[in-house]
C-alpha cells in the first residue's frame, strides 16, 4: 500500500513547473526583441526571413503563451520577465535627441 508521501513524491516540482510562466523560444526572443525595437509586421517578417501572414501567426501564438493582450503588453511582459534587456536601440543620433546629447 502507498503511503500518503509516495503520492506526493514529485508533486512539488509538478506545482512549481506549471505556475512558471512558459519561456518563449530563441525566436519568439527574436521576434519580442524586434517588436521592441519598433518595427512594423512587415519590417519584422523581413529580418526573420517569413511572410507577414507567418509574421502575424507568430506573433499570436506568442501572444497567447505569455498571456498577453496585444503586442505592446507581450513586449511589456518579456521587459518585467527580465527577457529583454533595457538598452539603447537604433541608430545614434536618431530623433528627439539634442546635439549636445549625440556629442557627450
Known amino acids: ?50 511572410s507577414a501572414k507567418t509574421m502575424r501567426s507568430r506573433l499570436h501564438a506568442l501572444r497567447m503563451k505569455m498571456q498577453a493582450r496585444t503586442r505592446t503588453h507581450a513586449v511589456a511582459i518579456a521587459f518585467r520577465r527580465g527577457l529583454l534587456d533595457v538598452e539603447r536601440r537604433g541608430r545614434e543620433g536618431a530623433a528627439g535627441e539634442t546635439e549636445t546629447e549625440t556629442a557627450s
Open 1 to 50: 500500500m502507498h503511503t500518503d508521501r509516495e503520492k506526493l513524491d514529485g508533486y512539488e516540482e509538478v506545482v512549481a513547473a506549471l505556475a512558471e510562466p512558459p519561456k518563449p523560444s530563441q525566436r519568439e526572443l527574436e521576434l519580442l526583441t524586434l517588436m521592441a525595437d519598433g518595427l512594423t509586421d512587415a519590417e519584422i517578417a523581413e529580418k526573420l526571413s517569413i
